[in-house]
């Protein structure tokens, strides 16, 4: 696997579990300021997210596996991030 392929790999699998986990937070604020039938849709929408975020999570993991396991069949050990500028999860 071409490293740059697999930093862009984990870069975009770090993308989505952020936007995600945005997208809880900003239903969770919803769900903090309504109540009603308004309230009922936004518990839906977080417990969706959630169980997504779950799996993007999943997936994340997945995709780091994978790309250390391409890296070490073809290289040397490497820093799979590239600079290390991206947080670990």
Do not use: C, W
Request: hydrophobic content about 35%; aromatic content about 2%; cysteine-free.
């Amino acid at each position: 696997m071409n490293p740059d392929a697999g930093r862009r790999a984990l870069d975009a699998s770090d993308d989505l579990v952020d936007s995600l986990r945005l997208a809880h937070s900003a239903v969770q604020r919803i769900e903090n300021e309504l109540y009603g039938a308004v309230l009922k849709d936004a518990d839906n929408v977080s417990q969706s997210l959630h169980r997504v975020r779950q799996s993007a999570e999943q997936l994340r993991a997945e995709v780091e596996q994978f790309v250390r396991e391409a890296h070490s069949s073809t290289s040397r050990p490497t820093d799979l991030h590239g600079s290390g500028t991206r947080p670990a999860h």
